[in-house]
Each structure stands twice: as structure tokens, then as C-alpha cells.
């Protein structure tokens, strides 16, 4: 088992969540390199050939929406999100326990009200039948792995909160 892969968690709810979000940042990372040799291939072929890869930029603004969502689920659990704490700094544990078990419900709201409407603008682009300009390629069909991502995220988001507020508990 790599380093990458251990999990924080002890718990069979964290253990599952850190698992799956791991395997959606794996995903991404493939989504990205693949973004990476075509976006190569497209610059050495308009560079040499005067032959672009057509429709590389609508593919990158697909897929980069893609890849990010499917690292925010694993970059929160592993809490990798930048955190200013220079109000926070010399609060007691107690005070940044609380603020971190508020950001966490509060994250879980905003990033359900981001799933909720993603799920409102993907069957919206699928019932218009809107497409990209240059490939034609249907724009829905990105919405459904970033909802699930987003929902993971909001499910992590409460863990945490969870977990931080059993942290205070203690």
C-alpha cells in the first residue's frame, strides 16, 4: 500500500470516504495527464504541421472541470485545503476546534447547494442539447461525474465536521 493511500481515518465511514476519494483523485489524475499529451500533441502539431488538435481548448475547460472536482473529495479529507489562520493563531485548541467544525458545515452547505445546481444546469444543457462549437460534443455528459464528486465532497465535508466536533468532545 503506498504512503498516499494510508488513511487517517480509522472509522469504517472515514476508511470508505478517504478510499473512494482516492480513486476519484486517481481519476482525475489520469484526466489531466491525458489534458497534458493532447494539449502537447496540439502545440507540436500546430508548431510543425500547421495541424492542431481541433477542439483542444473546449476538451481543456471540460476536463480541468472535470479533474478539479475529482481532487476536492480527496484534498479535504486529507485536509489539503489552505487555511489563513491569523485570527486563529493563538486562540486556544477549543476556539480553533469550533471554527473548524463551523467552516466544515458550512462547506457541506455551500458545496450541496453547488451539487444542487449542477444537477439543475446538466439536465438544463441536456434537454437544450447544447453542444461545443468546434467538436459538437454534448456538454452534459461532464456534469454527471462532477455532481458525484461534489456530493462526495459535501459527505466529507460533514465527516470532518464530525470528527472535529468529537475532537472537542474529547
Known sequence: MTESFQTPHRDPVGRALHAVSYGCAIAGSLVMAGLVIMVTASVIGRALFKTPVYGDFELVSMGTALAVSLFL?????????VIVDLFLANA????????????????SAMTVLLTWR????GLDMGAHHDVTMILGLPVWWVFPPIVLSLGLLALGC????????AGIRR
Open 73 to 81: 473529495p480527496y484534498c479535504h479529507l486529507r485536509r489539503g485545503n
Open 92 to 107: 486556544p485548541p477549543f476556539v480553533r476546534s469550533a471554527c473548524d467544525v463551523f467552516a466544515g458545515l458550512l462547506l
Open 118 to 121: 449542477s444537477v439543475l444546469g
Open 158 to 165: 460533514l465527516y470532518t465536521a464530525w470528527q472535529d466536533f
